[in-house]
C-alpha cells in the first residue's frame, strides 16, 4: 500500500525558506494529484489545504503566493518550497495523494503521510 514519508521542516527563524519533500514508496502518485495540508499543534482537528497539484503538474490551488509546490514523477516526489516564512506558518505540514487526477478534496484523500513539523520563531 502506498506510503507517504515528508521530511525537511524543522526550526527557522522567521523571514526565512524551507523546502519540503514528500517521498512515495510501495506505489506511485503518478496519475495522481497531492495535496499539501497544515495542521496546528493546538487544533490537531483543524486541516488547513495549502496546495494541491494535478498529476501532469498543475497547481491547480495554492493558498499561499509565498509558497510554491512542484513535483517529479521520475522521483515519485511532490516539493513544497516556503518562502519569507512567518510565525503564523508553524504547524505540522501533511501531503496526502488525491484519488482524483486534479483536485484534492481533504475529506476524501487516498493516503496521508505523518508530516514533517515546521517551527518558525518570531
Known amino acids: 500500500q502506498l506510503q507517504l514519508v515528508e521530511s525537511g521542516g524543522g526550526l527557522v527563524q522567521s523571514g526565512g525558506s524551507l523546502r519540503l519533500s514528500c517521498v512515495a514508496s510501495k506505489d506511485t502518485m503518478d496519475g495522481y494529484a497531492v495535496g499539501w495540508f497544515r495542521q496546528v499543534p493546538w487544533n490537531e482537528r483543524a486541516r488547513e489545504e495549502i496546495?494541491?497539484?494535478?498529476?501532469?503538474?498543475v497547481v491547480v490551488k495554492s493558498v499561499y503566493g509565498r509558497f510554491a509546490t512542484s513535483r517529479d514523477n521520475a522521483k515519485n516526489t511532490v516539493y513544497l518550497e516556503m518562502y519569507n516564512l512567518k510565525a503564523e506558518d508553524t504547524g505540522v505540514y501533511v501531503c496526502?495523494?488525491?484519488?482524483?487526477?486534479?483536485?484534492?478534496?481533504?475529506?476524501?484523500?487516498?493516503?496521508w503521510g505523518k508530516g514533517t513539523l515546521v517551527n518558525v520563531s518570531a
Open positions: 496546495s494541491c497539484i494535478s498529476h501532469d503538474g
Open positions: 496526502a495523494r488525491s484519488r482524483y487526477r486534479s483536485n484534492c478534496p481533504a475529506d476524501d484523500m487516498y493516503t
